[in-house]
T-cell receptor, first 112, second 118 residues
Framework: AQSVTQLGSHVSVSEGALVLLRCNYS??????LFWYVQYPNQGLQLLLK??????LVKGINGFEAEFKKSETSFHLTKPSAHMSDAAEYFC??????????FGQGTRLTINP | GAVVSQHPSWVICKSGTSVKIECRSL??????MFWYRQFPKQSLMLMAT?????????EQGVEKDKFLINHASLTLSTLTVTSAHPEDSSFYIC??????????????FGPGTRLTVL
């Protein structure tokens, strides 16, 4: 069964620094991959998605993610963190028509 | 585009009562909607998959008689928590799948409903 692993339940960076949130999937067949952001007491907002069209995917709010098949990874990055980026981030994968499988989430804290 | 709403955003009820939560896709038609439950500081747990006009498919361990799901139209799904108890207190989130031809379905999430059972 497909599984998604997010390395680091909590990441803390300084404002203006690079943001790197790690995500690895388990399937030998590349799934569809997604990054979602959740602000406190809110639902999930789609940041970006990988659907095999391009390995580097650009999303909203300056985020991007790179699909690396050899590493079974789909890490999320942003060159310069902003205070408003503080939130919970979820990586998710879906194999074909199967259900969406979420990672455990990474809480991003931005230090002023 | 692809906006999903939920109502109510929060609800407090007494133990033993039933609570209905609505999930609507506002600007698209969703043949499939999903219901998730999220405990504090945890990831989302899929409860059930709801297809318009048919019975919902529940995940293992989820009581279908307790969590009644109705998907009467392409824009509305409802979750009813029957005979609620304090352990049912949680954050319930729905999502709606937007299909585009030849591309992966993308799930768009509602803002969530916080249920507190006293």
């Amino acid at each position: 069964a497909q599984s998604v692993t997010q390395l680091g339940s909590h990441v803390s960076v300084s404002e203006g620094a690079l943001v790197l949130l790690r995500c690895n999937y388990s399937s030998s067949v590349p799934p569809y991959l997604f990054w979602y952001v959740q602000y406190p007491n809110q639902g999930l907002q789609l940041l970006l998605k990988y659907t095999s069209a391009a390995t580097l995917v650009k999303g909203i709010n300056g985020f991007e993610a790179e699909f690396k098949k050899s590493e079974t990874s789909f890490h999320l990055t942003k060159p310069s963190a902003h205070m408003s980026d503080a939130a919970e981030y979820f990586c998710a994968a879906r194999q074909g028509a199967q259900k969406l499988v979420f990672g455990q989430g990474t809480r991003l804290t931005i230090n002023p | 585009g692809a906006v999903v709403s939920q109502h109510p955003s929060w609800v407090i009820c007494k133990s033993g009562t039933s609570v209905k939560i609505e999930c609507r896709s506002l600007d698209f038609q969703a043949t499939t909607m999903f219901w998730y439950r999220q405990f504090p500081k945890q990831s989302l747990m899929l409860m059930a998959t709801s297809n318009e006009g048919s019975k919902a498919t529940y995940e293992q361990g989820v009581e279908k008689d307790k969590f009644l799901i109705n998907h009467a139209s392409l824009t509305l799904s409802t979750l009813t928590v029957t005979s609620a108890h304090p352990e049912d207190s949680s954050f319930y989130i729905c999502s709606a799948a937007l299909s585009s031809r030849g591309k992966a379905d993308t799930q768009y999430f509602g803002p969530g409903t916080r249920l507190t059972v006293l």
